[in-house]
């Protein structure tokens, strides 16, 4: 590590072992900036990063069996890990191919090291591990803008089929009983039902290919803001306290930082450390002079790539996503992260310390990071636009309103707006719609697919608080948003 900083206090203490994780968005940066690289024939014959059957070619360079291996999880002769109940995994289901205009989604799946370490070392320890932290990435091709939301591992959600528990567990679940779509499914599943937006991809990145994939680009330089205990891996693992200042990190001292959370903040902290080496990575692909060394080093970052990252996204939308992303500006990419003022402390029945969420203000994050803020518009532009563009299927019903035809009049006002309405009528002719309810005499509207320019309208137009707008994610739903009309209607 070369310090610009160079009154470094070393003074070792116990920390807890590794854990990795948000370190596995960088990956999914990487991704996007190779891939604008990958014009040869033959390098595109060899993606790898897939989860996808068959084997690559001979002349790859990438061993025969390359088994998508997970910390914890034994492989078998086929690469198929070997799960406690069941001897075979579903393969992986590829979403349909992205259309260049729809938001994006992905969710970044990082694994916990230290159950990984519990199995090296305890042999008779077996099974799949739980993920260490996720982040939530979306981009918006209409508007230009994108932005990432931080998870804590230890929310207490609903994990579908499960009951309540926390939301580091969801992976494991998934690998242990071979669900489809396996750990990343369940992962996947839980989140959209927590946070309400749908999501398309997920990426992973082990910590290994993660430290070697910053070397090669040169290290970061990182501006550390407070004393940290920082715990490197491999060669460099000596624990020591860093003091405020500039300094220049190779891949191991930057994921030792990532990962680091004994700070005041524990947890929190942690998540926006490792957004601020999100943004030093992607600085630092951007940076002029950097594209020819890129170039230079394709071949060995796509080895670590192959080896160490695993995704559904096919090499076409990696490459759409790639460009779309370097045309982002960075004042146009949300930052958000679940901190203590989104959620209380409490003990699990089995006595585990959790985060309950808050979900009114969770909401308004979610909001802030998929839009442009609380109360505003989502993207600048003409909101008609945004919203047909988006063309949010909206169901019209009047839910005891006492109003005749209340419906019909306002789903004639809501197309003259551009919205498009599909479904008029009350909840008892439309029992697809289970009926909602905020308070008497307020109408409610009930988001079913993830559409923020038609959420955001409705609420601007309405004047709609938090508490009127429900998630019930359901991506077979005839309708994306559904508008219970009480007594309040017109606004």
């Known amino acids: 590590m070369s310090e610009k900083n160079s009154n470094t206090s070393q003074k070792a203490r116990p920390v807890a072992r590794l854990s990795t994780g948000g370190w596995i968005l960088l990956g999914v940066g990487l991704i996007l900036a190779i891939a604008l690289f990958i014009f040869l024939r033959g390098f595109v014959a060899c993606w790898q990063l897939t989860s996808l059957p ?149 990426a992973q990145i082990d910590f290994g290919a993660f430290t070697q994939m910053i070397d090669e680009i040169g290290g970061l330089d990182i501006e550390v803001s407070e004393t940290i205990t920082l715990d490197p891996i491999g060669q460099h693992n000596t624990i020591y306290d860093l003091p405020p200042g500039n300094y220049h990190f190779d891949g191991a001292h930057v994921l030792a930082y990532a990962r680091a959370r004994y700070t005041e903040g524990g947890d929190v902290d942690r998540a926006r450390r490792q957004q601020q080496v999100i943004f030093a990575i992607r600085d630092k692909i951007l940076s002029l002079g950097m594209l020819p060394t890129l170039v230079a080093k394709a071949p060995a970052l796509y080895q670590e790539l192959s080896t160490g990252i695993h995704t559904n996204m096919s090499l076409d939308d990696a490459i759409k996503l790639g460009v779309l992303g370097m045309q982002i500006p960075q004042e146009n990419i949300k930052k958000g992260v679940i901190d203590y003022t989104m959620m209380t402390i409490g003990v699990s029945p089995d006595g585990l310390d959790i985060f309950k969420p808050i979900p009114d203000k969770i909401r308004e994050l979610r909001d802030e990071v998929f839009g442009g803020g609380a109360l505003s518009p989502m993207a600048s532009g003409d ?87 429900q998630l019930k994610y359901t991506p077979n739903a005839s309708a994306d948003v559904v508008i219970f009309l009480r007594g309040d209607w017109p606004p």
């Open 54 to 202: 068959g084997l690559p070619p001979a002349s790859c360079g990438v061993a025969a069996a390359n088994p998508q291996t997970t910390p914890g999880v034994s492989i078998n002769a086929e690469g198929t890990p070997i799960a406690p109940t069941i001897s075979s995994a579903p393969q992986v289901q590829m979403p349909p191919p992205w259309d260049g205009a729809s938001r994006v989604t992905i969710l970044i799946i990082g694994l916990d090291y230290r159950d990984w370490l519990a199995a090296q070392e305890s042999p008779e320890i077996q099974g799949p591990p739980r993920s260490d932290t996720m982040i939530l990435l979306t981009i918006d091709p209409i508007s230009k803008t994108a932005g990432m939301l931080s998870i804590p591992r230890d929310m207490w959600v609903n994990i579908p089929g499960f009951g309540y528990g926390k939301i580091n567990t969801a992976y494991y679940l998934g690998e242990a009983y071979k669900l489809p779509g396996v750990g990343p499914g369940l992962a996947i599943k839980t989140v959209e039902n927590f946070i309400g937006v749908p999501i398309q991809y997920y």
């Open 383 to 469: 909101l008609t636009t945004l919203l047909r563009d988006e063309g949010a299927r909206v169901a019209v019903l009047n839910a005891g309103s006492g109003i005749p035809g209340l419906a019909q009049s306002a789903a004639d006002f809501l197309t003259s707006q551009g919205m498009n309405v599909v479904v008029i009528g009350n909840p008892i002719e439309h029992p697809e719609f289970p009926i909602s309810y905020y308070a008497d005499g307020y109408t409610t509207v009930v988001d079913y697919s993830g559409k923020p320019y038609a959420l955001r309208y409705l609420m601007s137009l309405m004047g709609l608080g938090s508490g009127q707008i």
